[in-house]
C-alpha cells in the first residue's frame, strides 16, 4: 500500500468507510430465515472465488462469485447477500493470500453495489415479487446497477493508479496541455499537437 498515492489511499479508505457503513447496517437488518441455504451460498461464493481465472490484467479475474452473488440477491435479499460477499471474501483472503487492501476494497465495493442494486430494486418493484413484469425489470435493472457500479468504482482505483504513467509515457506537447480540476487534479485538453 506504500507505494500508493495519497489520493488513491483516500479513495480506498472512502470506500472502506462506506462497505463498513453498509454493512453494519445490512447486519442491523439481517434476518436468517433460511441458514441452510445461507450457509451453502456462502461455501459456493467462496468456491468461485477460490477457483477463478486470471485475467487479461494484472490482478483481473474472472470468477462466478457474481452469479451466486446475484442468485443469493434475488432469493434471499441484501442483508444476507451482503454475509455471502463478507464470508467468501475471508475464505479468498485465507486461501489465496491476497494483499488485505486489495481484498478490504472488494469486499467494501461488493458490499456498496449490492446495496446500490437492492436500492433500485427496491425503487422499481417495492412489492419484491420477482415473477411480475415490474419484478422482471427491477431484478434486470439491479443487476445492471451492480455490474456498473463494481466497474465504476473499480475503475476510478485503476485510473488513479495509472494516470502518472499515462501522462509520463506522453509525447512533451501533450503534457503541456495537462490542466487542473478532475479528480486526481487532471483534465486533458485533446486539441492535437502542431
Given at each position: 500500500?506504500?507505494?500508493?498515492?495519497?489520493?488513491?489511499?483516500?479513495y480506498?479508505?472512502?470506500?472502506?468507510?462506506?462497505?463498513a457503513?453498509?454493512i453494519?447496517?445490512d447486519?442491523l437488518?439481517?434476518?436468517?430465515?433460511?441458514?441452510?441455504m445461507?450457509?451453502?451460498?456462502?461455501?459456493l461464493a467462496?468456491?468461485?472465488?477460490?477457483i477463478?481465472?486470471?485475467g487479461?490484467?494484472?490482478?483481473?479475474?474472472?470468477?462466478?462469485?457474481f452469479?451466486?452473488?446475484?442468485?443469493?440477491f434475488?432469493?434471499?435479499?441484501?442483508?444476507?447477500?451482503?454475509?455471502?460477499?463478507?464470508?467468501?471474501?475471508?475464505?479468498?483472503?485465507?486461501?489465496?493470500?491476497?494483499?488485505?487492501?486489495i481484498?478490504v476494497?472488494?469486499?467494501?465495493?461488493?458490499?456498496?453495489?449490492?446495496n446500490?442494486?437492492?436500492?433500485?430494486?427496491?425503487?422499481?418493484?417495492?412489492g419484491?415479487?420477482?415473477?411480475?413484469?415490474?419484478?422482471?425489470?427491477?431484478?434486470t435493472?439491479?443487476m445492471a446497477?451492480?455490474t456498473?457500479?463494481?466497474?465504476?468504482?473499480?475503475?476510478?482505483?485503476?485510473?488513479?493508479?495509472?494516470?502518472?504513467?499515462?501522462?509520463?509515457?506522453?509525447?512533451?506537447?501533450?503534457?503541456?496541455?495537462i490542466?487542473?480540476?478532475?479528480?486526481?487534479g487532471?483534465?486533458?485538453?485533446?486539441?492535437?499537437?502542431?
Open positions: 500500500m506504500k507505494e500508493l498515492s495519497i489520493p488513491t489511499r483516500l480506498l479508505l472512502l470506500i472502506y468507510v462506506l462497505g457503513l453498509l453494519s447496517q447486519l437488518n439481517l434476518q436468517v430465515n433460511e441458514p441452510l445461507l450457509v451453502i451460498l456462502c461455501i467462496s468456491l468461485a472465488l477460490i477463478k481465472v486470471e487479461a490484467t494484472n490482478r483481473s479475474h474472472y470468477s462466478f462469485s452469479i451466486i452473488y446475484g442468485f443469493s434475488a432469493y434471499l435479499g441484501v442483508p444476507q447477500t451482503a454475509i455471502v460477499i463478507l464470508a467468501s471474501s475471508l475464505v479468498e483472503f485465507l486461501v489465496n493470500r491476497p494483499p488485505w487492501f481484498q476494497f472488494n469486499a467494501s465495493c461488493y458490499v456498496i453495489v449490492i446500490a442494486a437492492g436500492f433500485i430494486f427496491h425503487l422499481i418493484e417495492p419484491l415479487v420477482l415473477t411480475t413484469p415490474a419484478g422482471i425489470l427491477a431484478i435493472a439491479s446497477t451492480f456498473l457500479l463494481n466497474h465504476f468504482i473499480v475503475g476510478i482505483i485503476v485510473w488513479m493508479q495509472n494516470v502518472p504513467r499515462f501522462f509520463t509515457a506522453c509525447p512533451p506537447r501533450f503534457n503541456e496541455r490542466e487542473g480540476g478532475l479528480p486526481g487532471v483534465v486533458l485538453n485533446f486539441v492535437p499537437n502542431k
